[in-house]
């Protein structure tokens, strides 16, 4: 079985034999190619050689024979003037007959070489000549040098003696027939060359055309492989690309978040197992996005996103950061809801979380954790921008509140009661501070969440909306860091349980720029109380906080301090009492 395995994997069709095989049939093509390119190219090299090393070299000894024929000519009148001195100069004489012997040698072995490279010419197969006019011109050569140098024997034989007897008038004559056979044999040489020229040019006539015929040849050759190759090409690339195309789109639908769909396999070799691994990848992938989705509504959706990737939350051992929290509750709701039943209650309270949840959900917020009918949500990075994180809180909490109001009036229909108690209302608490974030827990259970001072302030100032009457209570750093994005007032100066040093509290009474004339009036008058309350100025400070509850009679926050006053004008304060009210005074 396992040998029938082996085999059928070896027949297998793969990416790479597919590649393989195209790569096996280019370089085939390309030996042919190359093949045929290097005959033709040696045969046109041989040709040019056979211009170059014999033709025209050749050519040069015929046109080298003439240049010591008309040396040889020189020397003889030399050799003439030397004797008609008086006295004749018998040495020179005799140095000049060497040169002439000298010259003579030189012209039958040019006319040697010439004939050689000729004979080489005519014996040579593998080109194409006139080998037969090449005969006729290599007799031609031996013929004229042979005549040449018998005529001129003959000539100088006689024109000697003549010069030693004086006979001047027959010595001249016998230069002149010496120089007539001189121009006749140039002349035959002239002829020789010039054939030879011709022959020059056509062979290398024959040479071009067969350079020309090379080129073409190899075009063509050179174009049938191009196109064999990319035909074959073409049919091997679409079986790859075509299945690799399903997968592109694939996985873009996957990165658009589309993980309904699956991919056909229809290839065996690795595109097609990649398909199967990508279908299974989807598949888990769809499974994790149910899971994702499920437990998103129990940890928010960037808290999982973080823990499946480790790098943008901190790791196990914590980590110190600036962060802003925010504590949310409704005043007597627990009351409210006694004597409901479960399916009733879990109806309200989802119904109330959800209410109050949308606004952090909205303002970038994470909710930690539900407390009951309390809320914990945090902001700050990585989920949010150090920049943006008070600031986005506090305008959480100004929706939060006109939500919690609008809630008040859904209440009765919800419980199913007439009125609800005019206590009843949304308490918030708001502070920015340093705190350890991280996962948090024992090795059976692990949160992310947030802890430090900063969560102990904020659900402090959560719970002191009840002393002062108001919706939502914030740190003066957090009141800071979000500058002008929402319109705050200066409440009091507290120190929370747990603490020492008095932090100044500020109440937000709404977005930037959303005041009413009313409101406008009640932080006017209610700064001018403050001011007058911590100078101990107390009849300016009641009847500044009169003058806030004027403006607006339900504020609770002037309500407070406007019997706080009362009660120092009854009962002051100590001499040492530095204006800060601490949450455990009565």
């Given at each position: ?332 709701f627990t009351s409210l809801s006694e004597g409901m039943t479960p399916q009733g209650l879990v109806k309200v ?238």
């Open positions: 079985m396992s040998l029938v395995l082996e085999y059928t994997s070896m027949l297998r069709p793969t990416i790479r034999k597919r590649i393989l095989g195209i790569a096996i049939g280019l370089i085939f093509l390309m030996v042919i190619i190359s093949a045929l390119s290097t005959v033709m190219t040696r045969k046109i090299a041989h040709q040019l050689d056979e211009l170059t090393t014999k033709y025209v070299e050749a050519c040069g000894h015929l046109a080298r024979m003439n240049v010591r024929s008309l040396e040889q000519a020189v020397v003889v009148r030399r050799m003439v003037f030397l004797k008609i001195q008086t006295p004749p100069d018998e040495t020179a004489f005799a140095d000049q007959q060497t040169i002439y012997e000298a010259k003579g040698r030189e012209i039958d072995q040019e006319a040697q070489a010439a004939r050689a490279l000729i004979i080489a010419i005519i014996e040579d197969p593998t080109t194409v000549s006139d080998d037969a006019k090449l005969g006729r011109i290599e007799n031609r050569i031996e013929t004229i040098t042979s005549d040449l140098r018998r005529y001129l024997d003959e000539e100088h034989r006689r024109i000697w003696p003549q010069l030693d007897s004086g006979n001047m008038p027959e010595v001249r004559a016998s230069l002149v027939r010496t120089d007539a056979l001189r121009d006749e044999f140039n002349r035959k040489i002239e002829e020789i060359r010039h054939d030879m020229l011709e022959q020059v040019r056509s062979d290398a006539a024959v040479t071009m055309r067969d350079q020309q015929r090379a080129i073409v040849i190899s075009a063509i050759v050179t174009m049938l492989a191009a196109i064999l190759g990319l035909t074959f090409a073409f049919f091997v690339s679409i079986g790859i690309t075509r299945p690799v195309r399903r997968l592109l789109d694939g996985t873009r639908a996957v990165e658009a978040g589309r993980l309904d769909g699956s991919i056909d396999v229809t290839t065996r070799d690795e595109i097609g197992q990649l398909t199967t691994a990508f279908n299974n990848m989807v598949e888990q992938l769809r499974h994790k996005e149910h899971l994702r989705e499920t437990f998103g509504r129990y940890v928010d959706p960037r808290v999982v996103e973080g823990l499946i990737d480790q790098r943008s939350l901190t790791a196990g051992a914590g980590e110190r950061r600036v962060m802003t929290v925010l504590f949310c509750d409704m005043q007597g309270m989802n119904h109330y979380l959800s209410t109050m949840s949308e606004p952090i959900r909205s303002h970038r917020g994470i909710i930690d954790k539900y407390i009951g009918d309390a809320i914990m949500a945090y902001w700050g990075p990585p989920f949010t921008e150090h920049s943006e994180q008070a600031r986005l809180a506090c305008l959480a909490a100004v929706e939060m509140a006109d939500r919690g109001t609008a809630l008040r009036r859904e209440l009765p229909e919800l419980l199913g009661i007439r009125t609800v108690p005019s206590d009843c209302d949304v308490r918030i608490g708001v502070a920015t501070g340093e705190v350890l974030v991280g996962s948090i827990g024992s090795e059976f259970m692990m949160s992310y969440t947030v802890m430090g001072d900063a969560v102990n302030l904020a659900s402090r100032l959560e719970n002191a909306n009840k002393v002062y009457g108001s919706h939502s209570l914030v740190s003066e750093v957090a009141i800071t860091a979000a500058g002008d994005a929402v319109e705050s007032r200066e409440i009091d100066r507290l120190v929370v349980a747990g603490q020492t040093v008095p932090q100044a509290v500020f109440d937000i009474l709404g977005r930037k720029g959303e005041l009413t004339d009313k409101q406008l009036a009640l932080r006017e008058r209610y700064a001018e109380g403050l001011a007058a309350y911590r100078e101990r100025r107390w009849d300016d400070a009641r009847l500044a906080f009169h003058a806030a509850l004027e403006a607006v009679p339900s504020d609770g926050p002037a309500t407070a301090l406007a019997k706080r006053v009362e009660n120092f004008q009854l009962n002051p304060p100590a001499a040492d009492w530095d204006g800060a009210w601490r949450l455990d005074q009565k």
